[in-house]
């Protein structure tokens, strides 16, 4: 069973930065991909970012060139770097982690079996 610890996130002005961090335990495999989902209230969750162990990178629209997802595997610990917040990324940002799925699938509407309990970034203007 993986599990996955998510800390970082908190309150940050619209402009500013925040980052992220996932640290994984109990992978019995080297090949794996994880990746960042956020939900904000009212809405549906969706991907933000993902990145897997062949090296794939995957961002949403959105996050391009603000966002940078990152995986040290030695750690076994996924990174997100966000810039230029604004107050539409406020959410809940969730890291996941699957043994079969690659970066191309974080995004979008596909389930991953591993997941963490999310932690709450709050963006004002």
């Known amino acids: 069973h993986v599990e996955l610890v998510e800390s970082g996130g908190g309150s940050v002005q619209a402009g500013g930065s925040a980052h992220l961090s996932c640290v994984a335990s109990?992978?019995?495999?080297?090949?794996?991909?994880m990746a960042w989902f956020r939900q904000a209230p009212g809405q549906e969750r969706e991907g933000v970012g993902g990145v897997d162990t062949e090296g794939r990178i995957n961002y949403a629209w959105y996050a391009e060139g603000r966002f940078t997802v990152s995986l040290d595997t030695a750690k076994n610990t996924l990174s997100l770097q966000m810039n230029d917040l604004k107050p539409e990324d406020t959410a809940v940002y969730y890291c996941a982690a699957d043994y079969t799925r690659t970066a191309v699938q974080a995004i979008g509407n596909w389930d991953f079996d591993y997941w963490g309990k999310g932690t709450q970034v709050t963006i004002s203007s």
């Open positions: 109990g992978f019995t495999s080297s090949r794996y991909c």
